[in-house]
């Protein structure tokens, strides 16, 4: 294995202990896993000002008033209107102040006003427009099987997307009661959905499983690197971070048992 410099086994060590703080919640609730919850919003929070810093601010704002000067407040700007949003975002922090906390509603107001104009048309697009068109494709009657089981360009596939969408809106037509054929079209409906919700589930656990193997794999790179002298770790490093987890892990527990009894107070 290839050598590892210290400071990357310091920080992968690091990596591998905070995962197994979160993995500790599996047991219960405890300060190990509030930490690492702590440090992730932290972290996040961090990541996240800085992201919007270099592709927000800097971008969309002091670069398209460079050309002025501060002092000025960037009215000698060739484009100084990039003022305006400045000033609405700055009106913003008014909230922390109980007597100006008015000002930020004006902002705010016409955020959610331009955000909610911009929403609604890519809503309708991406959640109405394109799926009304995937279900009304053209079927291919030469290739109504396909290459394999529900090959996605066969004929049999367009047809159950197209019966599969029409039954599903008949199962949320109310002004008509659930009788005969309509019934019928609005059970199918049912299944439909259900194995849409199923296979949106199963997505979504699959993903989960997929962040919990790579965490395992992870760990397991981790203890190869402990193990292997060359590689800046060593037996020695791994059983000295292992027990002296387990032994802060023990002293909590001890700590905390006693405090319940009453035989330790703050």
Not at 94 to 115: C, D, N
Not at 121 to 134: D, I, S, T
Not at 174 to 192: L, N, P, Q, V
């Amino acid at each position: 294995m290839e050598a590892m410099s210290f400071g990357t086994f310091i920080w992968t060590t690091l990596g591998a202990f905070l995962t197994l703080c979160i993995f500790s919640f599996l047991y219960r609730d405890n300060v190990f896993y509030k930490i690492a919850e702590h440090l992730v919003v932290g972290v996040s929070a961090g990541y996240f000002v800085i992201i919007l810093w270099h592709n927000g601010l800097q971008p969309n704002l002091f670069d398209m008033l460079k050309d002025g000067n501060s002092y000025f407040l960037w009215l000698n700007s060739a484009q100084p209107w990039y003022v305006i949003p400045a000033i609405l975002g700055a009106m913003m922090w008014t909230r922390f102040s109980k007597k100006w906390s008015w000002v930020s509603r004006w902002p705010i107001a016409l955020y959610m006003g331009i955000a909610t104009g911009v929403a609604v048309p890519l809503e309708m697009k991406n959640r109405v427009n394109l799926q009304l068109y995937a279900s009304m494709q053209s079927l291919d009657w030469g290739n109504f099987f396909g290459t394999g089981f529900l090959d996605a360009a066969s004929g049999l596939s367009g047809l159950i997307v197209f019966l599969g969408t029409l039954a599903a809106l008949f199962y949320f037509f109310f002004s008509k009661e659930h009788t005969g054929m309509f019934k019928g079209a609005a059970r199918f409906g049912i299944w439909i959905l259900m194995i849409g919700f199923g296979a949106s589930f199963g997505y979504t656990v699959m993903g989960r499983i997929s962040l919990f193997v790579q965490r395992i794999q992870y760990i397991g790179d981790w203890t190869k690197v402990t193990w292997n002298p060359s590689s800046g770790g060593g037996f020695i490093t791994f059983w000295f971070l292992t027990f002296g987890i387990f032994a802060v892990w023990a002293i909590y527990e001890i700590i905390k048992f006693f405090r319940n009894r009453g035989e330790i107070t703050e």
